[in-house]
């Protein structure tokens, strides 16, 4: 009995500033972000989509509210593991991070994650979604690193900061997720007993 989790990340943000805004409040979808969620729902439509969950974070509810609409308008349930992770570069540039590989973890202590922090709280939501949904399909929507993490999971690696600056060696078709992009779980039992089969979508 397989579960199909269609993990996606929201759709592209108001960012005028150009800064990393993580967990910050108040960043909503810009209107291609809107565009770009439309499609994904024309895509997912037919997935016979049983349950929606979403990160707390505003563009992620927006996201999966639009996306909902065309899935049989179901509210989405929000969910804490699939949540932004916690780094303490919010604020900053997003040209300086990206010069330094976008590692928004090398030398982190608590309360701020490490790659292995984040893919453990991911990997206790999809273990809760396959013993609430098993054999069903569901879809969460969260961001780029909670779907870069399981992805690296499932090619059999331990993900690691500085593997997000060359994601094309580890099967992923493109550099990073692009927004409102579908990365398929096919989960037959926890991922941490065995590795899903996956893929990934874009849907515009």
């Not at 909902?68 to 991070?97: C, F, Q």
Request: charged residues 20%.
């Amino acid at each position: 009995m397989t579960t199909t989790l269609y993990l996606m990340r929201h759709g592209q943000v108001h960012n005028p500033d150009d800064i990393l805004y993580g967990r910050l409040p108040g960043y909503f979808l810009s209107d291609a972000g809107i565009a770009q969620a439309r499609a994904a729902g024309a895509w997912l439509a037919e997935k016979n989509i049983a349950e929606i969950y979403c990160s707390p974070m505003e563009r992620a509810v927006q996201t999966a509210g639009i996306v909902s609409e065309y899935i049989g308008g179901m509210a989405p349930v929000k969910d804490e593991r699939i949540i932004e992770v916690r780094t303490p570069y919010e604020g900053e540039p997003t040209a300086k991070l990206a010069a330094r590989g976008w590692d928004l973890y090398t030398g982190n202590e608590p309360p701020y994650e490490a790659p292995a922090t984040v893919l453990d709280r991911v990997l206790d939501f999809f273990d809760a979604v396959i013993e609430k949904h098993g054999g069903e399909s569901l879809l969460a929507v969260a961001h780029g690193d909670i779907l870069v993490f399981p992805w690296l999971q499932a090619q059999g690696e331990t993900p690691e900061a500085l593997m997000k600056d060359h994601l094309l060696d580890y099967a992923l078709p493109v550099a990073y997720p692009a927004t409102a992009s579908i990365m398929i779980f096919e989960l037959a039992d926890s991922p941490r007993k065995a590795r899903p089969r996956v893929s990934y979508h874009c849907p515009y």
